[in-house]
């Protein structure tokens, strides 16, 4: 018995608390939170910003800025990206691989609490851009092109540029090499949406020269007072979008 | 004196070829109960449905945003690309035109119809102590499914790899065919937890080391996941709360990541509870060993401070001055504590180094529908900045692992996302 006993006992106190002992003592030291989607989601805030932190720039300053403002973009916009992404018809990986096991109610729940937060938006500098290019830039999204059938940015993404409901986005408040990358993805073929894809025509059409203009002028733009998306639009809009059906009759 | 070497020789070459026939992997075939076994009744059609689940066949046969088990995802292995082939009933381009029995043979000797051997990235070795009643209500499941054209895609493997003998060798060396055969003196909830984990549950594909060949070793040990870049730690447990991690994802010891998370999203949360805790069970009879840890030397001091001062900087709000972690209102697990925590502090460190980098979610699960989630740094800190972080954490609050070096960190910054 004894023989049993001293080794049990050497066992015991090499051993010390037991992993399970230690675990139960963390836990009830642990901080509790309330469990706000702001703490859920404080992953996102790293890149895209939150009302405390702006968004992450790639370098130095707002014109390295890259990643997009997703504040205030119509809940649907918002959605059908985080699926567009997480089903492959959107490439960047890292983001695919933050919402690849998140479920569609999760998703929209993300993307109704990104839709009602306002941040300030990041604007170029007009002095050191061409006058000519920001003049063609300034054509294109307020007027279109009718001989390259572009039509205007206005027409489907509003008046105020801010996007429409349900689910069309602002392009006012995006850094410009996020818009440059978007035009290049669609033209490219990496960047999908919901057939029909009306931007991926619109892209095809457009030369790089004009994509630079129309990039420059929109990330020129300041936000106007009232940052919210317009609440509809006059239908039907110049191109089919998939994203963005007519109302069924 | 030639002669006896002659003689010789030419024992060894029959004790060889005597040694290659034993050896050699025999086709086994079992025929089905009756052909009620996969007919296409409702019964069976559901209890494939949720096998397929339990073998999370649907991760390999289906491509991101595509149909379902139409195939075509890229397996990428240390000898080249397989590409995971369409399984739904097309005659053409998927296993329209496959019987029961082959539908058998492809599952438990990874024998095609044609007769090719197939690779063992569809992991046959483990699939092949699958029974045949439950590969007769897969193949009903599948036939189910709508037929999908799909055609197949050349796998692009290395040479020798890609040849038949090539396979025969491999097969000749590692692969057996045969049924679970259950332990009658630990039970049956052991058993199905070994049926499950050992046989369609694929676990040893990852959780057990490859030799150079591509071969799992036997056991559940821990093993480097090739080319993914993961290391899928020994799953003999003795965490109480396993079933719980297992089903949705977290419990108080932490969450899983990376492919696990995959795991858990599209296989295990839609299990039973019952064979969720057959699977713990299981689990939890293994025997728990310390191999994976290296208690080490604490890093240097200014290694040590750079890293606290980014750790405060950029994981305390979350994860604790302390490294306890929080939990959430309602008590359950919302961000992991560092202290003690077993991933942080494996020996090889890729597993924290990766969740630095890359953050990410856990899987949304009925446990855990709204997971919390962890930023990517990869964008914020630079190579020396996350070895520094991570050595701090793998050495602070009693925890006692290596440091890391920022050439390892690096190294991860290229492995491919998606």
């Known amino acids: ?249 | 004196m030639k002669r006896r070497i002659l003689i010789a020789v030419g024992i060894l070459l029959v004790l060889a070829v005597a040694a290659a026939l034993l050896a050699w992997p025999r086709a086994e075939f079992i025929p089905a109960r009756s052909p009620q076994a996969w007919a296409p009744s409702a019964g069976n059609i559901a209890r494939g449905a949720y096998l397929a689940r339990a073998g999370d066949c649907a991760a390999c046969h289906t491509v991101r945003g595509g149909a379902a088990y139409a195939g075509g995802r890229a397996v990428d292995t240390p000898f080249g690309r397989v590409m995971a082939p369409n399984i739904t009933p097309d005659r053409e381009t998927g296993i329209g035109a496959w019987s029961a029995d082959d539908f058998w043979n492809a599952l438990h000797n990874g024998i095609s119809p044609g007769g090719r051997l197939l690779y063992p990235a569809f992991p046959y070795p483990n699939y092949t102590k699958v029974t045949r009643e439950d590969a007769d209500a897969l193949f009903a499941y599948l036939r189910s499914l709508p037929p999908q054209r799909n055609a197949r895609q050349p796998h692009a493997l290395r040479a020798p790899y890609g040849s038949q003998a090539a396979l025969a060798a491999w097969r000749l060396l590692y692969f057996k065919p045969g049924v679970f055969t259950p332990e009658p003196a630990r039970g049956a909830d052991w058993n199905r937890g070994a049926y499950l984990v050992d046989g369609l549950g694929h676990c040893s594909a990852c959780h057990s080391p490859r030799n150079g060949l591509g071969a799992s070793g036997e056991g559940l040990h821990g093993g480097l996941i090739p080319v993914l870049g993961w290391y899928a730690p020994s799953l003999a447990s003795n965490d109480p709360q396993l079933a719980q991690l297992l089903r949705s994802g977290v419990s108080p010891r932490g969450a899983v990541f990376g492919p696990m998370a995959e795991v858990v999203g599209q296989s295990l949360q839609h299990l039973s509870d019952g064979d969720i805790g057959a699977m713990s069970a299981y689990l939890r009879s293994l025997p728990v060993d310390g191999a994976e840890r290296a208690p080490a030397a604490p890093p240097p001091e200014a290694l040590m401070r750079l890293g606290g001062r980014l750790y405060g900087q950029h994981c305390a709000d979350c994860h604790g001055k302390d490294g306890r972690g929080a939990a959430g209102e309602d008590g359950g697990p919302a961000w992991p504590a560092l202290a003690g925590n077993r991933t942080l502090q494996l020996a090889n460190p890729v597993n924290a180094i990766r969740i630095v980098l890359n953050g990410g979610f856990a899987p949304s699960t009925a446990g855990n529908p709204r997971p919390y989630g962890m930023p990517p740094y990869s964008p914020v800190l630079n190579d020396a900045e996350v070895a520094a972080v991570v050595s701090y954490a793998r050495a602070s609050w009693g925890n006692a692992a290596p440091m890391v070096t920022p050439a390892e960190v690096n190294g991860y910054r290229a492995v491919p996302l998606d």
């Not at chain 1, 997480?86 to 998140?102: A, C, D, F, K, N």
């Open chain 1, 1 to 249: 018995m004894r023989g049993f006993i001293r080794p049990f006992l050497l066992a015991c106190a090499l051993a010390g608390p037991t992993a399970v002992q230690a675990q139960a003592q963390q836990q009830a030291q642990q901080q509790r939170v309330p469990g706000t989607l702001a703490q859920r989601l404080a992953a996102c805030a790293a890149c895209h910003g939150s009302a405390t932190t702006p968004p992450a720039a790639v370098g130095s300053g707002s014109e390295r800025q890259y990643y997009p403002r997703i504040a205030g973009k119509p809940a649907g916009y918002l959605y059908n990206q985080l699926s567009n992404f997480r089903e492959g018809r959107r490439q960047y990986p890292l983001m695919t691989w933050m919402v690849q096991h998140l479920s569609d109610d999760y998703l929209r729940e993300i993307a109704d609490y990104f839709s009602a937060q306002h941040l300030p938006a990041p604007v170029l500098d007009r002095a050191g851009m061409p006058a000519a290019e920001l003049e063609r830039g300034r054509q294109l999204v307020t007027r279109g092109d009718t001989a390259l059938k572009v039509p205007a940015c206005v027409a489907c993404h509003g008046e105020r540029l801010t996007g429409a409901l349900p689910a069309i986005p602002g392009l006012v408040g995006l850094p410009r090499d996020y818009i440059n990358a978007q035009f290049g993805a669609w033209r490219n073929g990496s960047r999908h949406a919901l057939v029909p894809d009306c931007m991926g025509s619109i892209a095809s059409r457009l030369s790089l020269a004009d994509v630079s203009a129309i990039s420059a002028w929109l990330a020129s733009e300041p936000l106007p007072a009232d940052p919210s998306p317009a609440p509809s639009l006059s239908r039907p809009l110049p191109l089919a979008c998939g994203s963005a059906p007519e109302p069924k009759p």
